[in-house]
């Protein structure tokens, strides 16, 4: 079983930038795929980020491709997303994910685990 931890989120003001945390328990965290999805008010959930069991390969949204970085340090049991030039549109629940059985975690269903989210407001 793994558990999931984020950490990070809070409020913002637009062009400001916040950098999330997810940790992760157990010593198998290298072999899991990780993903950032968020919430908003009113909407389903969407794909953020995602990021390989090594770290080398990435992918992200449009809507967050330039602005947004994934990363992990598998030393660390951790996952970041690193948030740059925060837009209003950007105020969302966000929830990392992983996967013993997806390189990466794509899409809702090839998660395994969540964590509880954090709330990031972005202010105009």
């Known amino acids: 079983q793994v558990q999931l931890v984020e950490s990070g989120g809070g409020l913002v003001q637009a062009g400001g930038s916040l950098r999330l945390s997810c940790a992760a328990s157990g010593r198998t965290f290298s072999s899991y795929g990780m993903g950032w999805f968020r919430q908003a008010p009113g909407k389903e959930r969407e794909f953020v980020a995602a990021?390989?069991?090594?770290?080398?390969?990435?992918m992200y949204a449009d809507s967050v491709k330039g602005r947004f970085t994934i990363s992990r340090d598998n030393a660390k049991n951790t996952v970041y997303l690193q948030m740059n030039s925060l837009k209003p549109e950007d105020t969302a629940v966000y929830y990392c994910a992983g996967s013993g059985r997806y390189r990466m975690v794509l899409t809702e269903p090839w998660a395994d685990y969540w964590g509880q989210g954090t709330q990031v407001t972005v202010s105009s």
């Open positions: 990021i390989n069991l090594s770290g080398g390969s990435t």
